[in-house]
């Protein structure tokens, strides 16, 4: 066609933006038509069904179990509950994963808005006492380790100790809800690992850690001892690869030994983040739990997956703000809303010190990198032990729990519907409901202006220059919450990878189109002097809020930014996986909370 009559073609700025989201939209598209792949779910059977006669029955207490929260919904699984009978109260074992929505408003105590299970079968899963749970945020799973069985649980007088496998929870893509399954571990060294019960669990980074406890015939098959013999490792599993290490413990104590005891994984420091230990006990030997003795909870040990090493440092506090000797008490952490700190929160637990044996209600703050204790001020009426908790936004939710050792505590009837509980981290109190909203962490002003008074951020003496120069180091504090809790799916390295994708194959499509602009602005002599607005839909717009994330897990593992970059990562990985999540569609409604 000669040159005279070729028909001009313009590209403007609104065609090369709006090529650029239609570029994005086909990727996710792609990615969402192979989502299952991400997120695998078996044939779903029974995912969430109305409460069985014996969960519907009068609640009084629960203890011995585990928990985890995902996806706006907190499980609760394994140990023993006790309910009222019609003639008296009777314990049982929890036979079925209870799920909890917390995307609801509920009451604490007994009214017609407190909180009402549903409940997930669980088909040959076991149910254990003092199971642990670890939460892999790339793969949409959660696991269940460790553990032993109830002696309520006998048959013809013995003891059905369960096989030693392990199990994981699936995830469905969205809502509450998901399915037991058995793992594969082919020819891990997990095989070859005796159950542990009684160590102190966390997870983050990629990988759920184990430290301590004990084995016998009440945790294992392969154990004939009816002593607790103690577990000498901090043992490591490794979600991508589904294979475990059994790493040191000498440096942790002279044994080694450790057990009831609060462990968290601090993502802040380090390059997998740190995970610290605090309180329990340990024994003077290696061979059995005999004789054992509390540990100094002013001394905080600090282990590095990294280095594989132990660390210990001395923390500070005034007058009654450390907390005295205590084990079977819950922790959970939370970072500062501008990145400048990590709070670690025990509560409750109790010392087996003198023949009373207290039971605490107490609620305890660890800030770092400053180790130092502050304690929160407030009348105690409501002791726990054998309790878990879980931190989501600016709350901590506590999870049943008794308030003495005594055999017959399990017959007091719990002031607090289904043993649940709510602590307001920033103003240091307990709450009587629960806030859907979830409100953002911030620091209590009592730590800040403590803090504000002094103006070293860090202990007056470090007690090993190494811990000293990982804490000095370049700081990756990101403000979100942790515990033994929620996962954020948009900081996971699925998600990451996703996002680096996204924006490498975006920022491809943007040189191109800009390049094509130029060129067939020359070609066409014109000119532009301004670029005209492009009003984003109504979706984009919610996606591409900061805040705006699918809360699968609280555990962002730590990642290595380019200077500046941090922020368009974030909002590609949020924009991505949003959109994700809204393609695999809705979970099926054939669930009943009541």
Same mark, same amino acid.
């Given at each position: ?5 070729? !028909? ?31 997120l695998p779910i078996q044939n779903a059977p029974k ?117 030693? #496998? ?240 005594d055999i017959e505590a399990s017959n007091d009837p ?66 979100? #919450? ?37 060129? #067939? ?24 809020? !900061? ?38 569609? !809705? ?8």
């Amino acid at each position: 066609m000669p040159p005279s009559i070729r !028909p001009k073609v313009r590209s403007t700025p609104r065609m090369v933006i709006q090529a650029m989201f239609l570029t994005l939209f086909s990727i996710d598209l792609f990615r969402s038509a192979n989502a299952q792949s991400i997120l695998p779910i078996q044939n779903a059977p029974k995912l969430l069904a109305e409460r069985s006669d014996d969960i519907a029955a009068p609640f009084v207490r629960r203890q011995y179990h585990g928990s985890f929260v995902v996806n706006k919904t907190l499980y609760i699984d394994g140990g023993e509950y006790s309910w009222v009978n019609g003639t008296g109260v009777s314990s049982s074992i929890l036979n079925q994963t209870l799920a909890i929505d917390l995307s609801q408003y509920f009451h604490t105590r007994a009214t017609e808005w407190a909180v009402k299970p549903a409940v997930v079968e669980k088909g040959l899963c076991p149910s254990l006492n003092q199971v642990q749970f670890w939460q892999d945020e790339q793969h949409g799973a959660v696991y269940a380790y460790g553990g032993e069985i109830s002696e309520l649980a006998q048959s013809n007088g013995a003891l059905a100790v369960p096989p030693e #496998s392990l199990w994981r929870f699936i995830l469905l893509n969205s809502g509450p809800g998901g399915n037991w399954e058995e793992v594969d571990m082919g020819d891990s060294v997990e095989k070859d690992l005796a159950r542990p019960s009684g160590g102190s669990a966390t997870f983050g980074g990629g990988a759920g850690y184990y430290f301590g406890g004990y084995t016998n015939k009440r945790t294992s098959r392969w154990s004939n001892a009816y002593d607790e013999i103690p577990s000498l490792a901090m043992q490591e599993m490794n979600f991508t690869t589904a294979k475990f290490n059994n790493n040191t413990a000498s440096g942790y104590s002279k044994t080694g030994t450790h057990e009831f005891g609060g462990m968290i994984h601090v993502p802040s420091w380090g390059e997998r983040g740190l995970v610290v230990v605090i309180g329990g006990r340990t024994s003077p030997s290696s061979a059995s739990f005999d004789g054992s003795f509390y540990q100094d909870m002013a001394q905080i040990h600090i282990y590095d997956p990294t280095l594989r090493r132990w660390f210990s440092q001395t923390a500070s506090g005034s007058p009654g703000s450390i907390p005295t000797q205590r084990d079977r008490f819950c922790v959970v952490g939370n970072a500062a809303g501008n990145g400048s700190t990590f709070e670690i929160f025990i509560y409750g637990g109790h010392a087996d010190l003198t023949s009373q044996s207290p039971v605490y209600d107490e609620v305890f703050v660890l800030s770092l990198p400053r180790f130092r204790w502050y304690k929160a001020n407030y009348t105690a009426t409501d002791a726990r032990i054998r309790h878990t908790c879980h931190a989501i936004g600016r709350q901590m939710i506590s999870v049943g729990g008794v308030n003495s050792t005594d055999i017959e505590a399990s017959n007091d009837p719990d002031q607090f519907t289904q043993g649940i509980k709510v602590f307001d981290m920033t103003l240091l109190r307990w709450n009587n409901s629960w806030n859907a909203g979830t409100p953002k962490y911030e620091t209590s002003s009592i730590i800040l202006h403590d803090s504000s008074s002094n103006e070293n951020q860090y202990p007056e003496v470090w007690d090993d220059q190494e811990l000293r120069d990982i804490f000095l180091g370049v700081s990756k504090l990101v403000p979100d #919450s942790k515990s033994g809790t929620p996962m954020k799916a948009s900081h996971s390295n699925a998600g990451l990878i996703a996002g680096a994708v996204v924006g490498a194959v975006a920022a491809i499509v943007i040189i191109g189109a800009v390049l094509l602009y130029a060129v #067939s602005c020359r070609r066409g002599r014109t000119t532009v002097s301004r670029i005209d607005p492009v009003e984003l839909p109504h979706q984009h717009r919610a996606e591409l809020a !900061p805040d705006h994330r699918a809360e699968l897990s609280a555990e962002p593992p730590p990642v290595e930014f380019p200077p500046g970059g941090k922020e368009s990562l974030d909002i590609a990985v949020e924009h991505t996986y949003t959109r994700e999540i809204r393609a695999l569609g !809705p979970a099926p409604h054939i669930y009943n909370f009541r």
